[in-house]
């Protein structure tokens, strides 16, 4: 069935999987590249998208080292099609559309080019589409985690990127309701809950919840079932340790107990030292040593997200 707002034309043919995380150097590329290698290797045709159009360095990972075409031509409205975008790797049926050559002035496109790009993502001709999303909580990134499936949240297990964990988690989920609600008053309410420090006190979404359900019960089902199907995945990246493995499970509890989310922890990835070699080579890890064990992790990640019996 076609998502609300969209015609059944406009039905995701190939997954779309988005991966952002809040904060800059966690591995977000570093997962994007061998999960994207990883499912390619098993016949699937993907397509590695680089969205972070401020700090774009997949073409890097994946050893395109001048990409001619970028999406920052589809958002300057210099090419209509996406497709025409895309630019072999040295993975056969693998994919890449670059994020090479933005306009440093205003890199993001504006609204109505964001809705356009989401339909084309969705219609990419791919099984699996991966989007490696930019660092911090811009309107544009979250909206990019709204496409497809649940998106996917790199950390590492250092304070600062669990807080930004939380922090992305937490603004894609508000935007997700205020999308889902309709009565502008409950609209309100959400938008003004978006301020932590807001007068209401309003801190948690379950908090917003008991608020909304008195403001319009009708909207509170809405709440409800937004809240259900907002179910992000994380991945720890970088671990080092049995505690650090174990900080994905405390996240999810976390989410569980004060935000009312239900979070799937689809694994971790150890500290590797030949990660920072296989980007200076330009050869994701999978490929340069494919039996570390943070390779047999990132495969395993791979088909968790997409499993070989859905293929
Ligand atoms: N599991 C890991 N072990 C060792 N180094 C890693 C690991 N994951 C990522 N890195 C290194 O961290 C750096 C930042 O990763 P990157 O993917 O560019 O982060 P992001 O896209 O989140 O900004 C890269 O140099 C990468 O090689
Ligand atoms: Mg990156």
Do not use: W
Not at 41 to 53: E, K
Request: with cysteine.
């Amino acid at each position: 069935m076609a998502k609300p707002g969209l015609r059944d034309s406009d039905v995701a043919r190939a997954r779309v999987i988005p991966i952002g995380g809040g904060k800059g150097g966690v591995g977000k590329t570093f997962v994007v590249a061998n999960v994207a290698v990883s499912l390619a290797r098993r016949g699937l045709r993907v397509v590695a998208v680089d969205a972070d159009l401020e700090g774009a360095n997949l073409h890097t990972c994946l050893g395109v080292e001048h990409p001619s075409s970028s999406l920052a031509d589809y958002v300057a409205e210099r090419e209509e099609d996406l497709q025409k975008l895309m630019a072999d790797t040295s993975v056969p049926r693998l994919s890449l559309i670059a994020a090479t050559h933005a306009n440093i002035s205003s890199s993001q496109p504006s609204q109505a080019r964001r809705v356009q790009l989401v339909r084309a993502l969705c219609d990419l001709p791919a099984d699996v589409v991966l989007i490696d999303l930019g660092s911090g909580t811009h309107p544009a990134v979250m909206d990019y985690f709204m496409v497809g499936e649940n998106g996917l949240v790199v950390i590492t297990p250092e304070p600062t990127s669990v807080e930004n964990a939380y922090a992305f988690m937490r603004a894609a989920f508000y935007r997700r309701l205020r999308l889902a609600m309709v009565s502008l008053d409950v609209r309100k309410v959400v938008a003004m809950a978006m301020d932590q420090r807001n007068e209401r006190g309003i801190r948690t979404p379950l908090d917003l919840l008991r608020e909304v359900q008195a403001v319009d019960p009708t909207e509170g089902t809405r709440f409800v079932e937004a809240m259900q199907s907002f179910r992000p995945r994380i991945v720890m990246n970088d671990v080092q340790s049995r505690d650090d493995i174990r900080l994905g499970f405390s996240i999810r509890s976390v989410c569980r107990k004060y935000f009312g989310i239900e979070v799937e922890y689809v694994g971790y990835v150890n500290h590797e030292d030949a990660a920072r070699r296989s980007v200076r080579s330009r050869t994701p890890l999978v490929e340069i040593e494919p039996d570390c064990d943070a390779s047999v992790y990132l495969r395993r990640i791979a088909d968790k997200l997409v499993p070989k019996e859905s293929q």
